[in-house]
Nanobody, 125 residues
Framework: QVQLVESGGGLVQAGGSLKLSCVAS????????TAWFRQAPGKEREFIAA???????????NYADSVKGRFTISRDNAKNTVYLQMDTLKPEDTAVYYC???????????????WGQGTQVSVSS
């Protein structure tokens, strides 16, 4: 059974940084699409960033406009882990952050079959 477990959330002041981790177990994810989403209270779930395998060791990354230039998605296939480095955090980044994985490599219209339980990120002003 596939499990995704997020960690690294917490409380940070505006302008600070956090690094989230998403560890996959049950199968190896290296040639697929893995993404981060977030959901703030009273709001819909929002796409944040995705990393998609292309060929050999080439991966594509795409970001939501709201985080472009501040957040960086990366992966360590040896550890079956995807990271989200979040810099210059703002109070509006406060949300529960979720990791999601598509078993396939799909840059367009990925199908996120697996989801983690989420980790809370709170940014104080």
């Amino acid at each position: 059974q596939v499990q995704l477990v997020e960690s690294g959330g917490g409380l940070v002041q505006a302008g600070g940084s956090l690094k989230l981790s998403c560890v996959a177990s049950g199968r190896t994810f290296s040639r697929n699409t893995t993404a981060w989403f977030r959901q703030a209270p009273g709001k819909e779930r929002e796409f944040i960033a995705a990393v998609t395998w292309s060929s050999a060791s080439t991966y594509y990354r795409n970001y939501a406009d709201s985080v472009k230039g501040r957040f960086t998605i990366s992966r360590d296939n040896a550890k079956n882990t995807v990271y989200l480095q979040m810099d210059t955090l703002k109070p509006e980044d406060t949300a529960v952050y979720y990791c999601a994985a598509d078993p396939a490599s799909r840059y367009s219209d990925p199908v996120y079959r697996y989801w983690g339980q989420g980790t809370q990120v709170s940014v104080s002003s």
